[in-house]
């Protein structure tokens, strides 16, 4: 199995790099949305939809869009900058598929308009990797198993990722025994409340939390 | 989700009287709620004036020994500011009971306090709803209401206020600050921010259009011991069925005071004096907390399938009660 994991793995990053190229032509050429735009200008009795330039920080990178105002800070990474690895599970917050880093702290993707990300450091599930070595959270999922069918992943290791950085500045949570007080030791019992955000429907919880807990011991 | 300009402000006046100058214009902070309901086409704005970047984002004490909360601090640093959690852990707690670690991260004191409900038929345009088109008929009365209000609502909308922090801001006796268009603020006690249903459930609070949150003020932590104790169908990311934020100050065997706020039962944080007279100068025992909890809620009603909330929401008074004064 863990072989088998090994071959997978360069393949799905080279898919990501694939999409990091679309990225490039799509800044710099003209995505889809221009060209639309003007077919739709054809059209005496539609007005074209103004759009925004946005500057975004992903995953180190500054990169320069236009987006129409009601597109989600998701959708402008799936749709326009093909950072796929973001995931639109409900589009409404409840699933946590989108989860992503903006300047360090984890939100939902998908209830954030891009154009209110203007100048942010936003970290994507492409991005946590660093120098070619997986990032810990991330080997800790592949080593005990953290996932099923693989969609709810790449929002629960982004999740995870913030939230053991919250745990470590001292934030209570609903089950800490005294919000006053330090934190006690990051338990299971912890770890289920901090991630209650992120849903997996395969419902691999138990390994998911081993991953966590050891990513945890670990750093 | 309909179409809408949208501008970034950097300063509280700039914002009012971008908002104050279009009708369909709202401010944006956090958008968790907001924007949530545009994909839905239940809000539908044409003007967007972000107020995430304005520089209201301080916890700072006051001069009266309180604390001054800014309208952009987030949820999860409210939670996590030191000195709230020592001087006022039940907001803490409350804060804590709610939403999800991401949404905590974005979602802003002032939108917390303006959130929608999340009754399901407000959600379902497909049904009648008096907040979402007034005159329309309020599906939930005689629907699934199980997570609906038993006080202050009305025939023409049952729906809860979704808020765990205001009601533990409620218990607090938070004051609400504002700016207008005019440039006027004004202070309103957190109490008196909501309007309940009556004839007019699409009117929720006090404020006019363009009237801005700027900041929450708490008056210095009263004595006793806080707790905030929320009862709901799951263990973590779930609305509250009922919620009950309650401060007991004891002497010996006596209660000197006693505060009790709830969640969950009514259109806003629901206030129950009658628990805190009965207490006032009360004996300490598990049979005097259960008398005055017994007095909340003399009003209910139940809609049928919320009629189990004003038993529960009596005996979580109790047991709130009870475990802050360490009687559990």
């Not at chain 1, 289920?192 to 138990?206: F, H, K, Q, V, W």
């Not at chain 2, 209401?145 to 909308?157: E, K, L, P, Q, W």
Request: hydrophobic share 40%; glycine share 10%; with cysteine.
């Amino acid at each position: 199995m863990p072989e088998k994991q090994k071959e997978t793995g360069p393949t799905r990053r080279a898919l990501l790099e694939g999409g990091a190229a679309t990225t490039m032509l799509l800044v710099a050429g003209l995505p889809v949305g221009r060209s639309a735009v003007a077919a739709v200008a054809a059209e005496p009795t539609v007005t074209p939809m103004p759009t925004l330039p946005v500057m975004l920080n992903i995953n180190a990178r500054n990169i320069a869009v236009e987006v129409d105002p009601r597109t989600t800070l998701l959708d402008t990474l799936r749709n326009h900058l093909g950072l796929t690895g973001s995931k639109k599970g409900c589009d409404h917050g409840q699933c946590g598929a989108c989860t992503v880093l903006v300047n360090g702290r984890r939100i939902n993707a998908c209830l954030s308009l891009a154009a209110m990300h203007e100048g942010d450091e936003i970290t994507t599930i492409e991005g946590l990797a660093a120098g070619g070595e997986l990032h810990p959270v991330q080997a800790a999922f592949i080593e005990h198993d953290g996932f099923q069918c693989g969609y709810c992943t790449p929002g629960q290791i982004c999740s995870a990722v913030a939230m053991l950085r919250e745990a470590k500045d001292g934030w209570p949570s609903h089950v800490s025994a005294d919000v006053g007080a330090a934190p006690a030791a990051l338990t299971d019992t912890e770890i289920r409340e901090r991630m209650s955000g992120n849903l997996c429907r395969c419902a691999a919880y138990p390994n998911i939390i081993a991953a966590i807990r050891d990513a945890a011991e670990r750093s | 989700m309909q179409p809408f300009t949208y501008q970034r402000s950097e300063d509280a006046a700039g914002a009012v009287a971008a908002v104050a100058g279009r009708p369909a214009a709202r401010f944006i902070s956090g958008g968790t709620n907001l924007l949530d309901l545009m994909k839905l086409d239940i809000e539908r704005p044409q003007h967007l004036v972000d107020i995430s970047r304005l520089p209201l984002d301080r916890v700072e004490p006051t001069e009266e020994g309180g604390l001054h909360i800014g309208a952009q601090v987030r949820n999860s640093d409210l939670a996590a500011d030191p000195g709230v959690r020592s001087r006022y852990p039940i907001l803490s707690q409350a804060l804590l009971a709610g939403a999800s670690g991401q949404i905590r991260n974005k979602a802003s004191t002032g939108g917390n306090l303006l959130q929608r409900t999340r009754c399901p038929y407000f959600y379902d345009s497909n049904m009648p709803c008096n907040k979402r088109e007034p005159g329309a008929g309020c599906a939930a009365l005689r629907g699934f209401n199980r997570m609906h209000a038993v006080i202050g609502a009305s025939d023409s909308c049952i729906a809860v206020h979704p808020s765990d922090m205001a009601v533990a801001m409620a218990v607090l006796d938070a004051r609400v600050e504002t700016v207008s268009p005019g440039g006027e603020t004004r202070s309103i006690p957190l109490g008196d921010l909501y309007l309940l249903p009556g004839t007019t459930a699409d009117e929720e609070t006090v404020l006019a259009h363009g009237e801005m949150i700027t900041g929450v003020t708490l008056p210095p932590p009263p004595a006793g011991r806080q707790v905030y104790r929320k009862v709901r169908d799951r263990a973590s990311y779930a609305f509250a069925l009922v919620s009950v934020a309650a401060i007991i100050e004891t002497s010996g065997n006596r209660v000197r005071s006693a505060r009790v706020a709830m969640g969950g039962v009514a259109p806003k944080p629901w206030r129950a004096p009658e628990v805190e007279s009965r207490l006032a100068g009360s004996a300490l025992s598990d049979q005097a907390l259960s008398e005055a909890a017994e007095a909340a809620l003399p009003e209910a009603v139940g809609h049928g399938g919320n009629d189990f909330k004003i038993r529960l929401a009596k005996r979580t008074v109790r047991y709130t009660l009870a475990a802050a004064a360490e009687l559990v």
